[in-house]
T-cell receptor, first 117, second 114 residues
């Protein structure tokens, strides 16, 4: 069964350093999402891509976060500089296109657990 | 704005007993509703979904959920809980046009006692 791949699984960094997370969606999934999940809370959307275009980044802290999906396949989420409050699980998800019965069904990767010291 | 409320932060159920996890949503139109399960340190796995039609939907692992429009609820149930069901459960609401974002509740942690 195809899965959303994320790396690394765990990342420890010091505040003010730069970090990057990578996501490879399920093949053929045009829509890709990055969520942040703070401990004890549900995931919250940071950014949504349709192919290589950003369709929603209203909750992305743009002063320090950036995301790209240059070829419309895999994606990178970057934080620079990292702050203590960025410690969280970062989840990537993807959805198939409507013609393949997508209907907003999102498939999640295992996530990257970030700890900022 | 859409929102999801899961009023129970923790629930403890004896193995073999029945389970019901509550979910209430707020959405201005006909919603898409989802239940996901998350094991510690893992991503989210889709348990079931409601788009339209029959208000009782069946999912994986023996779970089911009932959509009640009049109560704005989408409660998750299982007739007999297994120890392996211990995890965090998230209810989510999404739009039924395009690929609108999912809004998640804060989750309910299920503990299963022997």
């Amino acid at each position: 069964e195809a899965e959303v791949a994320q790396s690394p699984r765990y990342k420890i960094t010091e505040k003010s350093q730069a970090v990057a997370f990578w996501c490879d969606p399920i093949s053929g999934h045009a829509t890709l999402y990055w969520y942040r999940q703070i401990l004890g809370q549900g995931p919250e959307l940071l950014v949504q891509f349709q192919d290589e275009s950003v369709v929603d980044d209203s909750q992305l802290p743009k002063d320090r976060f950036s995301a790209e999906r240059l070829k419309g396949v895999d994606s990178t989420l970057k934080i620079q500089p990292a702050e203590l409050g960025d410690s969280a699980m970062y989840l990537c998800a993807s959805s198939p296109p409507p013609t393949r019965g997508g209907k907003n069904i999102q498939y999640f990767g295992a996530g990257t657990r970030l700890s900022v010291l | 704005a859409q929102s999801v409320t899961q009023p129970d932060i923790h629930i403890t159920v004896s193995e073999g007993a029945s389970l019901e996890l509550r979910c209430n949503y707020s959405y201005g139109a006909t919603p898409y509703l989802f239940w996901y399960v998350q094991s510690p340190g893992q991503g989210l796995q889709l348990l079931l979904k409601y788009f339209s039609g029959d208000t009782l939907v069946q999912g994986i692992k023996g779970f089911e959920a009932e959509f009640k429009r009049s109560q704005s609820s989408f409660n998750l149930r299982k007739p007999s809980v297994h120890w392996s069901d211990a995890a965090e459960y998230f209810c989510a609401v999404g739009g039924n046009t395009g690929f609108q974002k999912l809004v998640f509740g804060t989750g309910t942690r299920l503990l299963v006692s022997p």
